[in-house]
């Protein structure tokens, strides 16, 4: 098995279902576009000013593959959530942007899967790759006006590390940057 086909096995939580989390192919662009849209319909039902539909179109994600790695999470064969990893982000951390650590986007898990940690799930094998590839641990981005998200990532061992202001005033956001070094 190569390292794009590498699968993960393990069973989890309510109902015991058998997870897996698989590197995406671009056979999967149409799934992951997919499951991209329907989070976004979500926030934007809810009032969440985060993620439009328009942001996903299949050549979007497409060219995801160009710069990171994308993961699929399947409960009993079943999409359940999404996540990409890249080993840059310099338009987000910009003189704090560090090749040491991997960077992690686009966390995602579809809502009928929603309370059942799924999130946590693939934040620890997100974890478990930056370690594997000897990086300094992992770093990702959320949103600023959202309390609620940025709490879930400090209870999940994040460390805020800085806010960023990304144009606001052109139509940007405020987003606040965290890392978890590896072991932590």
């Avoid at 009993?76 to 987000?92: E, K, M, N, R, V």
Wanted: aromatic share 10%; proline share 3%.
């Amino acid at each position: 098995m190569s390292s794009n086909e590498k699968t993960n096995l393990f069973r989890q939580g309510k109902g015991s279902a058998e997870l897996s989390i698989r590197e995406a192919s671009i056979d999967d662009v149409e799934v992951l576009a997919a499951m991209m849209r329907e989070a976004a319909e979500v926030m934007v039902h809810a009032g969440v000013e985060q993620w439009k539909p328009d942001m996903f179109t299949s050549d979007t994600v497409r060219g995801y593959f160009d710069n990171r790695r994308l993961f699929l999470l399947t409960a009993d064969g079943q999409p359940a959530g999404l996540f990409t990893l890249q080993d840059s982000d310099p338009s987000y951390w910009k003189d704090l942007n560090d090749d040491r650590y991997l960077y992690l986007h686009r966390l995602t898990v579809r809502p009928e899967y929603r309370g059942l940690d799924y999130g946590g799930v693939m934040l620890n094998y997100a974890e478990q790759e930056a370690a594997r590839q000897g990086k300094l641990g992992l770093r990702l981005d959320c949103v600023a006006h959202l309390p609620t998200l940025n709490a879930y990532y400090q209870r999940n061992g994040f460390v805020f590390v800085t806010e960023r202001d990304l144009n606001r005033e052109r139509g940007g956001r405020y987003v606040n940057l965290y890392e978890k070094p590896n072991g932590n």
